[in-house]
């Protein structure tokens, strides 16, 4: 088991420089021979942030309520991305995908980067420079810097995403499109619930 | 040795026609000549691509872009 963890971690590694540096060739290796316990380091990188999230956010340094604040954002976002997987997956069987659930969740997973990228970029400045952003030209060009960073990682997701998609459910381009206009407006709705409850502004897709 | 060949022959084989070639109908040359850019560092583009979008905005909406990003920084 040690062994399969060590090798599962240099993929995990070399997988992470490739959805950089080649996301296609990487993809196509992640669906071809990826392994599941690959799985189990995103979820580690993804408590690492979890953890600074709750300290950001949490006004008061008390362990039961940065506990608590760990546990709903951990199982929200394992909840999030089930959920979300899960909805593509059975779309795209129905517009004639082909491959196991295990492989595309795997694919699907690597799509979080981004994401968590995005949010510890953000949680970073909240805490270095917090809002509100003034007219200032200063404020102005933070702005900028701000939202460019924000737009390149926006951009990177989708072409993971599509990647997923292609390689995971062996699709074309034109059923991707059909299955992301079925799958969007779900996806909106559930982002609104996530909203209302409390849980996330901006949804962690 | 020849069995060995064609089984490799057969699975790489496979492993390209198990998925469809990308078409889009006419506007297929398009679409590989975008696509050929992001396959490898597309980093580099999606930052110029970015930054002309940013600025399209800021041109667009102004100084209202603080609050976007005001919004956004309480997103997380």
């Known amino acids: 088991m040690s062994d399969a963890l060590i090798v599962s971690l240099y993929s995990f590694i070399r997988t992470l420089v490739g959805i950089v540096v080649r996301p296609y060739e990487t993809y196509r290796r992640i669906i071809l021979k990826g392994t599941s316990w690959e799985l189990l380091f995103v979820g580690a990188l993804l408590s690492v942030y979890f953890t600074v999230n709750a300290i950001v956010k949490t006004p008061a340094f008390r362990p039961f309520v940065l506990t608590r604040h760990f546990v709903k954002t951990s199982v929200a976002v394992l909840v999030t991305a089930l959920f979300v997987s ?85 699709l074309d381009l034109v059923r991707i499109l059909g299955i992301l206009l079925i799958c969007a407006p779900v996806i909106g709705i559930y982002s609104i619930g996530m909203y209302r409850l409390g849980i996330f502004r901006v949804p962690f897709l | 040795m020849k069995d060995a060949l064609y089984e490799r022959f057969q699975k790489k084989w496979s492993q390209t026609m198990d998925l469809p070639p990308q078409t889009v109908g006419p506007l297929t040359p398009y679409y590989k000549m975008v696509t050929k850019q992001l396959k490898v560092m597309p980093l580099p583009i999606l930052f110029l691509l970015s930054t002309a979008l940013i600025i399209c905005l800021f041109f667009l909406i102004g100084s209202g872009i603080t609050f976007l990003t005001s919004l956004l920084q309480r997103g997380f």
């Not at chain 1, 949010?119 to 200063?138: A, E, G, M």
């Open chain 1, 86 to 170: 899960w909805l593509l997956w059975i779309v795209g069987k129905c517009f004639g995908g082909k491959g196991e659930y295990k492989r595309f969740l795997l694919g699907w997973s690597y799509t979080l980067i981004p994401t968590l990228c995005w949010f510890f970029f953000t949680s970073l400045l909240y805490v270095i420079i917090p809002p509100p952003r003034t007219t200032h030209p200063t404020g102005v060009a933070l702005s900028l810097v701000f939202l460019t960073i924000s737009a390149v990682l926006f951009f990177w997701k989708i072409i993971l995403s599509y990647l997923s998609l292609r390689f995971g459910l062996k």
